[in-house]
């Protein structure tokens, strides 16, 4: 009769209830996306995105003489075209928004800008607006 020593036991235990090793083989798939990045300047242009690309907006409050553009987040006219993961508004006026490229077409984005004055001054009776078309492709 073989006697086991304790730690004996607890590695044939061990090994046991080890679940079976199993080779596994999985198809590497790799997908190149990009970030498109747009700024205040590139307004009134068009820009150009694949599907699953991150489009990245950020925007500088405008100084108009006594005023000041304080910019809205911007915002996608298409939602089903651009996805809006992010967007913000800094207390300085600049704003900030995140969308994904999600299927092929073409959606507008677009910010609205609030007057600021100067101190003494008063703001002109318009807003501000700021657009830039987006091609998905």
């Known amino acids: 009769m073989r006697l086991f020593t ?10 046991s209830a080890a679940p079976a090793a199993t080779a596994s083989t999985t198809a590497a798939t790799t997908t190149t996306t990009t ?19 991150t ?8 100084r108009d003489y006594t005023v000041t553009w304080y910019w809205y987040a911007p915002a996608a006219a298409s939602a089903a075209v651009l996805s809006q993961t992010a967007g913000s508004a800094d207390p300085n006026g600049n704003s900030h928004a ?5 299927t092929a077409g073409t959606s507008d984005i677009t910010a609205i800008g ?4 100067d ?13 830039v078309t987006v091609v998905v492709s």
């Open 119 to 131: 101190p003494r001054t008063v703001c002109p009776p318009f807003v501000a607006r700021w657009k």
């Open 35 to 53: 970030t498109v990045h747009i700024v205040s300047a590139d307004g009134g242009t068009t820009v150009h995105a694949g599907v699953g690309d």
């Open 6 to 15: 304790l730690p004996a036991v607890a590695l044939a235990l061990a090994l």
């Open 114 to 117: 609030r007057c600021v004055p």
């Open 55 to 62: 489009v990245q907006v950020d925007l500088t409050a405008l």
């Open 98 to 102: 995140t969308f994904t490229a999600s």
